[in-house]
């Protein structure tokens, strides 16, 4: 069993920044971050795989949004610039054991409790 958790949200003016983090115990394969607005379905974000380090990214956070890894610390974050109202949302962190279909949250077995950013004036 994999057990995640997320810090790292709050509250923060529009053009500011945040960086959530992820803690995964157990080994994995890649990591990925959701979110999920109110009303809204739960939405794709940024992955990254942990040998190499390739990563995937929605185009809505495409050059605004850096996913890293730490490998020694089983610890991904996800570094947030220039935020909007839109990117309000719960984030959710998730891993998985398999390659593939990294956009996918079905493809995620195990989740995080989920971190609140609020993009407000």
């Not at 959710?92 to 079905?106: P, W």
């Amino acid at each position: 069993q994999v057990q995640v958790i997320e810090s790292g949200g709050g509250l923060v003016q529009p053009g500011g920044s945040l960086r959530l983090s992820c803690a995964a115990s157990g080994r994995t394969y890649a990591m990925g971050w959701f979110r999920q607005a109110p009303g809204k379905e739960r939405e794709f974000v940024a992955a990254i795989i942990w040998s190499g380090g390739a990563t995937y990214y929605a185009d809505s956070v495409k050059g605004r949004f850096t996913i890293s890894r730490d490998n020694a610390n089983n610890a991904v974050y996800l570094q947030m610039n220039s935020l909007n109202a839109e990117d309000t949302a719960v984030y959710y962190c998730a891993a998985r054991r398999a390659a593939g279909g990294y956009r996918t949250s079905d493809n995620y077995p195990y989740w995080g409790q989920g971190t609140q950013v609020t993009v407000s004036s």
